[in-house]
């Protein structure tokens, strides 16, 4: 059974940092493409940031400079590093496995989903 677990959520002023982690379990994730995913209330769930399985990633242009995603396959954990955050990035994040590879924008095209963490940013 696959399972995704975020955590690494949390409140911070804006300028802060945090970094999300996501632990998979039962899945050969290092061979396939993952991605981070957010959604704020009211809103369409959308892809921030994506990585495959040599590594190449891409970015939502809004977060861009800001945001890096990396993965350490040893402790099957996918990172997200969070920089200079704006309280446009208020929302709960989600790591998603097994999809579109390199996909950021709208449209939610995986099969595997954590439970999410929530960001939230202050002005």
């Known amino acids: 059974q696959v399972q995704l677990v975020e955590s690494g959520g949390g409140s911070v002023q804006a300028g802060g940092s945090l970094r999300l982690s996501c632990v998979v379990s039962g899945y050969t994730y290092s061979s396939y493409c993952m991605g981070w995913f957010r959604q704020a209330p009211g809103k369409e769930r959308e892809g921030v940031a994506a990585?495959?399985?040599?590594?190449?990633?891409n970015y939502a242009d809004s977060v861009k400079g800001r945001f890096t995603i990396s993965k350490d396959n040893a402790k099957n954990t996918l990172y997200l590093q969070m920089n200079s955050l704006k309280p446009e990035d208020t929302a709960m994040y989600y790591c998603?496995?097994?999809?579109?590879?390199?996909?950021?924008?709208?449209?939610?095209?995986?099969?595997?989903w954590g439970q999410g963490t929530q960001v939230t940013v202050s002005s």
């Open positions: 990585i495959d399985s040599d590594g190449s990633t």
């Open positions: 998603a496995a097994e999809g579109v590879c390199l996909w950021v924008g709208y449209g939610v095209p995986y099969n595997y």
